[in-house]
Structures are given as structure tokens and as C-alpha cells.
């Protein structure tokens, strides 16, 4: 069964960084893009960012709210991706969402979604 | 990138048709996605490629369009349908959502 399972929320203070992680299983992790996504509270959805796949590198694409606040990494030997954010601001307080993301045709679907993990930032 | 969607919410009945828009800001060829969110839920990828149905999707869901025009159309409302849509742009980074339609029981 395909899985992503995010963890790592959890309130935090302005200016603050947190580390949330997303562990994926039953597909070959190296083969696909992916995405971070949030919604925060009674809004809409807002695209974070992606790690590549291994074949172009893992080369990573920013949402510019976010850029030079946070990295996204890949851990290949634990199926793991990660998003490191530091400098983080209250308009960060969000659901993150881990996100598979499969090409067809030159279609980047967002296909396998994980169940969310929340972020809280305040003082 | 900018994302349009319209209306932001509408009331229909069930067997109703229903048909949702989704603007561009400049064209995107066909690289669009819809997706369905239930309260609480993770979003659900439904149609990709602007028209392609995802694997398991009801026939009753279809899309259209290509540039900067596409329309979400559910055939006959069904009970589970009640929830909010958004569309997604993959043409060029950052990728943008529009603003979702909110789809709710007449």
C-alpha cells in the first residue's frame, strides 16, 4: 500500500524552527517528485515546494512566501523527506501536507497525499 | 502564476449537474489538476492533465479546457460530493491553487 506519514508538529514560538518529516513506503521513493503543501486554518491550499526525483537530481523548488526560510531534503536509504523550517512567522501556522507527485505525459499529478501534520507558530 | 476559481461556493441538490470554473492567469497548455477536499481530510487528486481521470475516480467527474479556461463538471451530484474543489497549476514553479469552490447541499 502506498503511505506517507508525516510527523514533527507542533507548536512553536516566533522565530522558531521545526523539522517535520515524511516517511513513505510501498513505492520506489527515488523515482518521484516530492511536494510540501499547507493549508492554514479555514483557507485555501498553498503549494510549499518540491524535492525532484533522483534522475534530475533532487534539485528543489521553493513557494517564494517560504524561500531562504525552508529546505527540503530527502533521506533515500529511510524513504524519507523532510522540511526544515526555520525563521518561521505566525502566518506559517498551518496543516503540512506530505505529497507524492507522479509525471504522466509531462502532468505533474499530485497523486498520493499523506494525512497532514499541524504547525503552530505563537508566543 | 494566478489561479481563478468561480464561483468560491454554490448550493446544488443531489442528481444535479454541476460544472466549476478555474482561470489562469496566462496560458498553461493542459497542465492542470483538480482536486476534492472534505473537512478534515487530505485533498484527493481527482483529474490531472486537465481532462485525464485519476485511477478510481468516478466517470461522473470530467474536465475540460487547455491555455487559460477549465472547467470541473460532476454529471449527478451524489451525497459524497459535498466538499470543496480546488484547481492546481503545474506549468511553471511555485505551482498555484486557485482559491477553491465550496460545493454545499440546497
Known amino acids: 500500500e502506498v503511505q506517507l506519514v508525516e510527523s514533527g508538529g507542533g507548536l512553536v514560538q516566533p522565530g522558531g524552527s521545526l523539522r517535520l518529516a515524511c516517511a513513505a513506503s510501498?513505492?520506489?521513493?527515488?523515482?518521484?517528485?516530492m511536494d510540501w503543501a499547507r493549508q492554514a486554518p479555514e483557507k485555501g491550499l498553498e503549494w510549499v515546494g518540491r524535492s525532484r526525483d533522483k534522475s534530475r537530481g533532487y534539485r528543489t523548488e521553493y513557494a517564494a512566501s517560504v524561500k531562504g526560510r525552508f529546505t527540503i531534503s530527502r533521506d533515500e536509504s529511510k524513504n524519507s523527506l523532510y522540511l526544515q523550517m526555520n525563521s518561521l512567522k505566525i502566518e506559517d501556522t498551518a496543516v503540512y501536507y506530505c505529497?507524492?507527485?507522479?509525471?504522466?505525459?509531462?502532468?505533474?499529478?499530485?497523486?498520493?497525499w499523506g494525512q497532514g501534520t499541524m504547525v503552530t507558530v505563537s508566543s | 502564476i494566478q489561479m481563478t476559481q468561480s464561483p468560491s461556493s454554490l448550493s446544488a441538490s443531489v442528481g444535479d449537474r454541476v460544472t466549476f470554473t478555474c482561470r489562469a492567469s496566462q496560458d498553461i497548455k493542459n497542465d492542470l489538476g483538480w482536486y476534492q477536499q472534505k473537512p478534515g481530510k487530505a485533498p484527493k487528486l481527482l483529474i490531472y492533465a486537465a481532462s485525464t481521470l485519476q485511477s478510481g475516480v468516478p466517470s461522473r467527474f470530467s474536465g475540460s479546457g487547455s491555455g487559460t479556461d477549465f472547467t470541473l463538471t460532476i454529471s449527478s451530484l451524489q451525497p459524497e460530493d459535498f466538499a470543496s474543489y480546488f484547481c492546481?497549476?503545474?506549468?511553471?514553479?511555485?505551482?498555484?491553487f486557485g482559491g477553491g469552490t465550496k460545493v454545499e447541499i440546497k
Open positions: 510501498g513505492f520506489t521513493f527515488s523515482d518521484h517528485h
Open positions: 492546481l497549476q503545474d506549468d511553471s514553479y511555485p505551482l498555484t
Open positions: 505529497v507524492r507527485v507522479t509525471s504522466v505525459r509531462g502532468s505533474d499529478a499530485l497523486d498520493v
